[in-house]
């Protein structure tokens, strides 16, 4: 059995937010369509960042958080895949790298990209440890990155 860690008052409000749109969604989307969705916005955020349009960034960074939350829920609401978890992984280790550069550029801060992908190695490292030798899943840290990062884009929107 596998222990889950989360944020308790994110959870209190994402979970049944999550539920609901994952059962309206379940109808039209398989899982995998939203977590391509997930991934596709990072790629646009990331292809956007030059251009400094924070507010779009910021908007492409929600429709993440979205479609990165509902993609396990539809998942279990059609079939277990074993290697659901290393999937889901892997496109946030893929959408991290992503945001970290894109928001490095977007906010002229290139020459934090090193920092924030050494930083990223080690968070995404410690949780696939804990997961695969301990059996934790922590679920603490996406939600709150995205809206931080969200906000430091509209604070410093041109």
Do not use: C, Q
């Amino acid at each position: 059995m596998t222990r889950v860690i989360v944020n308790p008052i994110l959870n209190i409000v994402e979970k049944p937010m999550f539920n609901w749109l994952a059962a309206r969604l379940n109808i039209k989307l398989r899982s995998w369509h939203a977590t391509v969705i997930a991934v596709a916005s990072s790629v646009m955020f990331l292809l956007l960042s030059s251009f400094k349009l924070n507010t779009a960034l910021a908007a492409l960074l929600m429709v993440h958080y979205v479609f990165d939350g509902v993609d396990g829920k539809i998942a279990m609401l059609n079939s277990f895949n074993p290697n659901g978890y290393l999937i889901d992984k892997t496109s946030d280790i893929i959408s991290s790298v992503n945001f970290a550069v894109g928001a490095s550029i977007a906010l002229d801060a290139s020459h934090m990209i090193p920092l924030n992908l050494t930083v990223l190695t080690i968070i995404h490292a410690i949780y696939l440890y804990l997961y695969f030798s301990k059996n934790i899943e922590v679920k603490i840290g996406g939600t709150e990155g995205r809206f931080a990062l969200a906000a430091l884009l509209l604070l410093y929107a041109r």
